[in-house]
């Protein structure tokens, strides 16, 4: 393993968000914090010389065209898109795993959303708390590695017009700041969760099932306990794949109908 101290500290001085990862899970609280310093950077990799670099997509978005995603090709996909010049003067890097990631700055008169199964086999990774992995990090024994030297540059219009087509609505413009809120409720939370995720990496799972059993708990149909569960998942920083989605939703459903029935059974 190589000691990534350097390496990450050139990222910070360039302006990126450094996040030390242990293979791909944060090691860090990061959402909504200020960057790293050098002199965090540096006392942090001397206790964990090994860590993985990651960097917030605060700043740039990151088309991520996966090799292998819920059963679809990528990369095929990237080919039938057929607009290679969008990509050739930009930042860009192959994954441990044989992807490939475009960097982008994200546009001034438009906001970015992240967006996964953009396209068969490609994400739009754009959320101001998301992160992607980048070189010289590695996983399973393999290297990023970034495939050019260039900046990352503003993404054509063309690409961000496909963007605004498969994106939903962004409303901008707030609401009233005198409103206090006094106290809330567990459904109140879970209202919450449906706009904020289901957090960090490492409790997803947990916070998915505790959701979707809340739900259920209080007669929500099931129908629509997956499809809220699925939007939360969008709001996610780094979301759970749709199928791992629905197999927990499943599972919820089946241990509420136990304790339905452990209920009326002690009833009689």
């Not at 010289?136 to 990023?144: A, C, E, L, R, T």
């Not at 919820?252 to 452990?262: D, P, S, V």
């Amino acid at each position: 393993m190589r000691d990534l101290t350097e390496y990450a500290v050139q990222y910070a001085r360039k302006g990126l968000s450094v996040i030390p990862m242990i293979r791909k899970q944060p090691l860090i609280k990061f959402a909504d914090k200020p960057p790293l310093t050098e002199e965090e950077i540096r006392k942090f990799w001397k206790t964990h010389p090994y860590a993985n670099i990651a960097v917030k997509t605060d700043n740039f978005f990151v088309f991520d065209v996966d090799i292998h995603k819920d059963g679809a090709n990528g990369i095929q996909t990237f080919k039938e898109l057929n607009h290679p010049e969008w990509f050739k003067d930009t930042l860009v890097q192959k994954t441990a795993h044989g992807g490939y990631q475009y960097f982008f700055l994200k546009p001034d008169n438009y906001r970015m959303t992240q967006i996964i199964n953009f396209l068969p086999g490609i994400d739009i990774k754009a959320h101001q708390n998301n992160y992607v992995m980048i070189a010289p990090s590695i996983v399973d024994g393999v290297p990023y590695q970034w495939l050019n030297k260039k900046s990352i540059i503003k993404a054509p219009q063309g690409l961000i017009n496909l963007i605004k087509e498969k994106s939903k609505p962004v409303y901008t413009g707030g609401v009233n700041e005198n409103y206090v809120i006094d106290g809330k409720t567990k459904t109140s939370e879970l209202f919450e969760q449906i706009i904020k995720g289901f957090g960090l990496t490492g409790g997803r799972n947990n916070a998915l099932a505790e959701f979707c059993g809340g739900l259920l708990f209080r007669n929500v149909d099931p129908e629509i306990v997956l499809e809220l569960a699925k939007i939360a998942n969008e709001n996610t920083e780094a979301s759970l794949p749709p199928k791992e989605v629905v197999t927990t939703v499943n599972s919820m459903i089946k241990k509420e109908i136990r304790r339905r029935e452990q209920l009326e059974n002690n009833q009689t």
